[in-house]
């Protein structure tokens, strides 16, 4: 069985490449869904030898089993957004303790001790529905800044925007965690009652979660960004990529431009055959690998459009317009 320092402990591509082997062939030995998908495409664990070779499995696997690694008692679950009637995805948790370690670890990587931040998130969507991965984590990560102005505002613009000035006047770093269209909503807020927001970001950094969840007309990044930036007063917007299926999250500090944690990894599949790879910077379908993901599947082919930019590094340009991505579901088990 893997331990924590298995995974996190991981600080190089080479040791990235023997613990994922490893991790694959205790998921293709233990996770029976995995296993006949990868028996579907006729491979079977002793033949691979790489990253490339390693089958991953479709997201919308998620929706329709019980994706899990082992047998122990499911601690967890986690679903998904959607509308109603929508068949929504469960990642079952057998063991929460690894996405505690993974997104604690993850944000010490890329911003540095959380008690150095008051965290405020403005996530209504996400806190209306039960099930939220998202949710789990910023309750944590608030939990952890062991700070009292840290917390939740679901509509109550007046409250966040006092603490905001507040923080700003005493010089607080702040995290403001906010699904796209609340954060807009917030600026048009301020605007409408002449609070100086755009005044307020010496110490802030603004981190969208993407996705305007039906409330408004969607917008190209670029012009987003522009109007959070504008309204703010910021240099740039954060962003977090991360999904139900996932115990991990990549951070983009700005222009679109996503790092991932040393145990997670994009490559970046062909369009029109999913079992090939394009080239670094090309565009194509997003594969992630989740070594935190251990008892559920480590190895998911998403419904995102990207190209990978470094080893570590990636964009993210858009979703497929159909959710039956061609050559990814080759199989109804």
Known sequence: MFQYNDIFSISSDKQFHKIALKVFRYQYENNSIYRQFCNYLHIQKEQVKSLEQIPFLPIAFFKSHEVVSCSNTVREIFTSSGTTGMQTSKHLVTDINWYKESYYRAFAQFYGDIENYVVLALLPSYLDRKGSSLIYMVNDLIEKSNHPDSGFYLRNHDELLQKLEKLNHNGQNVILIGVTYALLDLIEYAESISF???????????????????????????ELHTILCTGFGVQTIHSEYGMTELLSQAYSFGNGIFETPNWMRI??????????????????????????????????ATQDLGKTLSSNSFEVLGRFDNSDIRGCNLMVL
């Open 196 to 222: 100086p927001l755009s005044k307020l970001g010496s110490n802030l950094i603004i981190m969208e979660t993407g996705g305007m969840k039906g409330q408004r007309k969607e917008l190209i990044r670029e």
């Open 267 to 300: 490559m970046v599949r062909d369009t029109e055959d999913a079992l090939s790879y394009v080239t670094q910077g090309k565009t194509g379908g997003i594969n992630v690998i989740d070594l935190a993901n251990i008892n559920s599947c480590s190895f998911i």
